[in-house]
């Protein structure tokens, strides 16, 4: 690193909620941090220990290296995963995705998952949209663009990979795809991803915001989680025509797990506003081929299929946990031979029996304590945490019955920046 012209390295921990914690070194003094880990006060971080048990000690991944190429590369992230007596600590959000996808191969799987991150460049607060372009906008939109335009550079710069943006349907929102690869590495990217653009955006005076529904009437931001299985280097998804039989079970995994995972894909009060009817959000429990009203979309370009598109969760997920659910409801799926019901054709939104997603974050919750695969210790701190922000939204706002059709002051001052 010291070679490329690093002069400081950052040691990333990772909280519950999904944002990055971090302690900076210079290069020089790095070395014994690489080799004996980077010890912190875990008692500071929300969940991660008590005062009395607060020294914890961070292993850096030396997989997991990016170059902060957008702040001229004198700067190395480097995350870690943290240990309690030699052992994952149970808090850590990143050891819950890796022992996931680590139960996936012990059973002979190996899960590969990309993302398509939506957000919005905005100005001021309460925000305003940074431009007015729509969908595919082949048109020039001042800072805006340019914005954009410097994103994609450091994708490619920072270790992340090359990848491809668009305008999306709303005014100011734009869509970055991180490439397909390991879970664990992917959930690192988005991290690196929303770190450099909320940086490159504060530097030309706006806002990048990964709150899922900044603007009410209009597209909220969607994270959509495309998956796949492997085994002996073939995809199982793979097929002309006619989803596989491995497809078919792990949709049906992901579509029975949905209501008890959505406080983990879609886990802000913001988040159920962005699960209304219409504007290419899912409200209904289904799949389908080539439908973007649908929950579980199979990509379906000629007749070609490779993966499952899972359309529930947004950029204000912590992308290791969403991930984590994701890949466990998919293989107990696969392993259990579940079968979907059939797949819709029409448009989702006006399905009269299916299920549908929980209408607020207070329901999400109770359905989240009705047998999620994730650890129990680590369940429910989490669900603690978010029944706490569920509480301050109501104390703040009122009844959710009057504020479901607005975005309010609370939510901008506690989403638009943090998300």
Known sequence: MRGAGVKLVKFVVVDIFGRPRAEVLPIEAAREAFLDGVAYDGSSIPAYTTVNKSDLVALPDLNAVYV??????????????????GKPHPMDPRNVLRQAADY????????????????????????????????????????????????????????????????????????????????????????????????????????????????????????????????????LFASRGEPTQELKWAVAGVLENALRNSAFVAPTVNSYKRLVPHHEAPTRVVWGLGNRSVMVRIPYYGGRINRLE???????????????????????????????????????????????????????????????????????????LKEREWEEYITAEGSWETTWNKITKWEYEKYLEEA
């Open 68 to 85: 902060e190429s957008w702040n001229g590369g004198k700067t190395a992230i480097v995350f870690t995963n943290t240990v309690d007596g």
């Open 104 to 235: 996936a191969k012990s059973r002979g799987y190996a899960p590969v998952v990309g993302a398509e991150v939506e957000f919005f460049l905005v100005r001021g607060v309460p925000p305003a949209p940074a431009d007015s372009g729509v969908y595919f906008d082949g048109y020039l939109h001042g800072d805006s663009y340019s914005a954009v335009e410097e994103i994609l550079g450091h994708l490619e710069a920072s270790g992340i990979g090359l990848s491809k943006t668009h305008h999306e349907v709303a005014p100011g929102q734009y869509e970055v795809n991180i490439p397909a690869g390991d879970p664990v590495q992917v959930a690192d990217q988005i991290l690196v991803f929303k770190i450099m653009a909320k940086a490159v955006a504060k530097r030309r005076g706006l806002t990048a915001t990964f709150m899922p529904k900044p603007f009410w009437g209009v597209n909220g931001s969607g994270m959509h989680v495309h998956v796949s299985f492997w085994k002996d280097g073939v995809n």
């Open 310 to 384: 899972y359309r529930h969760p947004d950029p204000s997920a912590n992308p290791y946990l969403a991930f984590a659910v994701i890949i466990l409801s998919a293989l107990e799926g696969i392993e259990k031979k579940r079968e979907p019901p059939p797949p819709v054709a029409e448009v989702a939104y006006e399905l009269e029996e299916a299920r549908e997603t929980p209408p607020n974050l207070g329901e999400a919750l109770k359905m989240a304590r009705d047998g999620t695969p994730l650890p129990g210790q680590f369940l429910e701190a989490y669900l603690r």
